[in-house]
T-cell receptor
Framework: DTAVSQTPKYLVTQMGNDKSIKCEQN?????MYWYKQDSKKFLKIMFS?????LIINETVPNRFSPKSPDKAHLNLHINSLELGDSAVYFC????WGQGAFGYTFGSGTRLTVV | GQQVMQIPQYQHVQEGEDFTTYCNSS?????IQWYKQRPGGHPVFLIQ?????EVKKQKRLTFQFGEAKKNSSLHITATQTTDVGTYFC??????????FGGGTRLMVKP
């Protein structure tokens, strides 16, 4: 059983389009996250959600809108895609505990904007 | 804001040689975590260190947390080709989030 699953795995789209990435975890965790990994492998914080509530929005442009319908799901919608949005987006989950618990990551969504 | 830095960025070793990556935080950490990301894969949690001066081992991997809880290291003894990947350290910050270091990419020549 996949613990944190993301779909789609690959996404190629044109500039200006709107796209969504879905994430689901079956670990019973109460906190979920989105991270962006650029071509240099740097993992950048985007959002943190605890029990469906937004906890942190790390100065991400308004074009990015996360939605958590329940604590097992965290989706990411991106409007008006730009070339600079090309990256791998990772969803992750953990138990809440002030960073005291390890994250379980999804397999990532490679987004290419052309 | 909190910064977590890792050195080196890249390391090429011959199979059988040892490897060490170092992690430094600009702030004192309550704990530090280490992750491994294989090429084309996703980060996988390896270990968490909590106590000042703590040392933990996982087979050929040795993890240390500094006395001041601002630095950490990961040492791999006698590297194997299966050790290839990028190793990240991460420190906790507000919102239950982790700040990741830039990673050290390990390449092993057979």
């Amino acid at each position: 059983d996949t613990a944190v699953s993301q779909t789609p795995k690959y996404l190629v789209t044109q500039m200006g389009n709107d796209k969504s990435i879905k994430c689901e975890q079956n670990l019973g965790h109460d906190t979920m996250y989105w991270y962006k990994q650029d071509s240099k492998k740097f993992l950048k914080i985007m959002f943190s959600y605890n029990n469906k509530e937004l906890i942190i929005n790390e100065t991400v442009p308004n074009r990015f809108s996360p939605k958590s319908p329940d604590k097992a799901h965290l989706n990411l919608h991106i409007n008006s895609l730009e070339l600079g949005d090309s990256a791998v987006y990772f969803c992750a989950s953990s138990q809440w505990g002030q960073g005291a618990f390890g994250y379980t990551f999804g397999s990532g969504t490679r987004l290419t904007v052309v | 804001g909190q910064q977590v830095m890792q050195i080196p960025q890249y390391q090429h070793v011959q199979e059988g040689e040892d490897f060490t990556t170092y992690c430094n935080s600009s702030t004192t950490l309550s704990n530090i975590q280490w992750y491994k990301q294989r090429p084309g894969g996703h980060p996988v949690f390896l270990i968490q260190l909590v106590k000042s001066g703590e040392v933990k081992k996982q087979k050929r991997l040795t993890f240390q947390f500094g006395e001041a809880k601002k630095n950490s290291s990961l040492h791999i003894t006698a590297t194997q080709t299966t050790d290839v990947g990028t190793y990240f350290c991460a420190g906790p910050r507000a919102g239950n989030m982790l700040t990741f270091g830039g990673g050290t990419r390990l390449m092993v020549k057979p």
